[in-house]
């Protein structure tokens, strides 16, 4: 698919996003030919954790699945402090049931958790007693490793945001074998070997 025919990659903006946790993402996605779009529970700018100010694109509610590549959920503060953020958990559950991807990160994942999506789905957190603190019923199904994708649902800890760029290049296959094994081992290990990978795929 063209870049000029692929939907946009909506990344979730709240107060006190942690901005390190989808750094890689977003920008190899838009070195990829996608264009990210920032959505917030309205258009008031937001701050994240390190004081960027952030102007959402669009708002939740304007939101639709059929629109969007992907809806990315960065950790936050606030999944952890009440229900404020719970709206872009029932915002993944539209896209899930609508069989497009949605990539949840630290926070992310407790929120799709207290929505009931990690019950039936592979998934993968900071740590698993983390996620058992939301009383979910998906327990059983938590892998502890580093990222995780199950369908169309890609789950990340805090510290893994190389691997969470990694399970996201794959399923929308903007990055393949050895290509996405060259440039994980690239961010991940710092292996310069990888670069004559990237360098003769064009990357």
Request: charged letters at 25%; hydrophobic letters at 40%; glycine letters at 10%.
């Amino acid at each position: 698919m063209s870049s000029s025919n692929r939907k946009p990659v909506h990344l979730a903006v709240y107060d006190t996003l942690a901005d390190w946790e989808t750094g890689h993402t977003t920008a190899y996605l838009a070195r990829g030919g996608y264009e990210i779009r920032t959505v917030g529970a309205s258009l008031a700018p937001v701050r994240s954790v390190g004081g960027l100010r952030i102007q959402p694109d669009v708002t939740l509610d304007d939101l639709r699945p059929e629109d969007s590549s992907l809806l990315i959920l960065p950790g936050a503060d606030l999944w952890d402090t009440g229900d404020d953020l719970a709206p872009f958990a029932r915002k993944a559950r539209e896209f899930l049931d609508a069989d497009v991807p949605v990539a949840a990160i630290c926070g992310g994942t407790a929120g799709l958790a207290r929505e009931g999506l990690l019950d039936d789905r592979a998934h993968t957190s900071a740590v698993s007693f983390y996620l058992a603190a939301t009383g979910y019923k998906g327990g059983e199904r938590y892998v502890d490793t580093d990222a995780v994708t199950d369908g169309r649902l890609v789950t990340a800890g805090p510290t893994e945001p190389v691997a969470f760029a990694r399970e996201v290049f794959g399923l929308l296959g903007v990055y393949e074998g050895e290509v996405l094994d060259a440039w994980y081992r690239l961010f991940h290990d710092s292996d310069a070997e990888a670069y004559a990978v990237l360098e003769a795929a064009g990357q």
